[in-house]
Nanobody
Framework: KVQLVESGGGSVQAGGSLRLSCSASGDTYSINCMGWFRQAPGKEREGVAALVTVNARTYYAYYADSVKGRFIISQDKAKNTLYLQMNSLKPEDTAMYYC?????????????????WGQGTQVTVSS
């Protein structure tokens, strides 16, 4: 089992930036895929970005079309921490953001592909 704790959310004006962090603990050695999801009020949870570990030196990042070119997913393995750098934020980015972890990465931007979830951190972007 993996425990995930998100932080870094807050309120920002459109065009601004935020960096979310996700601290992982527990059986992190088993994790090969980590992702960020978000859920806006009245909407379904959607995949934002995923980081797939191929080996100790190789990772692949995947992004939803809505955030490509604006968000960057990264990790610090030594700190067991996943990040999401969010730039050029828009009001439509307002949502609760969740960190998730999975052993396999077949469905990297799909909620069903992940079995470990954090509690979420709120991001609010005002126009």
């Amino acid at each position: 089992k993996v425990q995930l704790v998100e932080s870094g959310g807050g309120s920002v004006q459109a065009g601004g930036s935020l960096r979310l962090s996700c601290s992982a603990s527990g059986d992190t050695y088993s994790i090969n895929c980590m992702g960020w999801f978000r859920q806006a009020p009245g909407k379904e949870r959607e995949g934002v970005a995923a980081l797939v570990t191929v080996n100790a030196r190789t990772y692949y990042a995947y992004y939803a079309d809505s955030v490509k070119g604006r968000f960057i997913i990264s990790q610090d393995k030594a700190k067991n921490t996943l990040y999401l750098q969010m730039n050029s934020l828009k009001p439509e980015d307002t949502a609760m953001y969740y960190c998730a972890a999975a052993v396999t990465c077949a469905r990297r931007l799909e909620e069903v592909g992940y079995s470990n979830w954090g509690q979420g951190t709120q991001v609010t972007v005002s126009s």
